[in-house]
């Protein structure tokens, strides 16, 4: 098997539809027989529990592995999803921030540990937090590429140049190959000029990165995680999952997994 591609999401915007498209790409490339990783990097642990992992029960987290020199394939844990699985994060990430300062090569924590695992799986994906912090950082050390969610609101490229700098450094002192692998449009209503306008404006701004599958702003995707499922299991005739199922086929086009 080959080695795995390591995307690592990130947007230190909250609220742009990062976690739901970390959750729903990954299901969706699942559900589409491709064996996929996704590492919950973010304290809120929304991945973990928007995936039916009870965040009471998790024996070894993310912060065991970057923090404790815990081997990674012992913290992960199966999904209801066949060919989907999940690091789960936990409460205790929260603090991992400070606690990396003083450890020894603290930007490639992340990077070493998914050595271990990364011809075990074809895409591993990373939730970054919502901040360019040491954690947000580590994901972009170790990732092949950054997926970037928009949402298509009002200030949605605001912020945007501090994580495109931040890629650029992290290109220029960590990973020389790091790219910026695509833009995922979401919460685009169709009803709305706005949506267009920013829509619009965004692939004017990153062109052919910009993925063509919309992301739309649903009642059904937002109701999902509280049930632990994606979209997919969830609802698969919802607009939302029909759009993450596109935008998984997308993926796979672009990176010659058909």
Known sequence: MTRATI???ANQKGGVGKTTTAINLAAGLAFQGVKTLLVDLDPQGNATSGLGIDRQSITHSIY???LKDFPIEDA???TSVRDLFV???TIDLAGAEIELVPVFSRERRLGNALKQIEND??????DCPPSLGLLTVNALAAADEVMIPIQCEYYALEGLSQLLHNVDLVKSNLNPSLEIGGVV???YDARTRL???VADQVRGHFGDTVYRALIPRSVRLSEAPSYGEPIEAFDGMSRGAIAYRELAREF???HGMD
């Open 7 to 9: 995307v690592a999401l």
């Open 64 to 66: 065991d592995v970057l």
């Open 76 to 78: 992960v844990e199966p």
């Open 87 to 89: 690091v789960p994060a």
């Open 121 to 126: 799986y074809q895409v591993v994906f990373v």
């Open 185 to 187: 449009l979401t919460m």
């Open 195 to 197: 949506s267009k306008e």
């Open 252 to 254: 796979r086009r672009r």
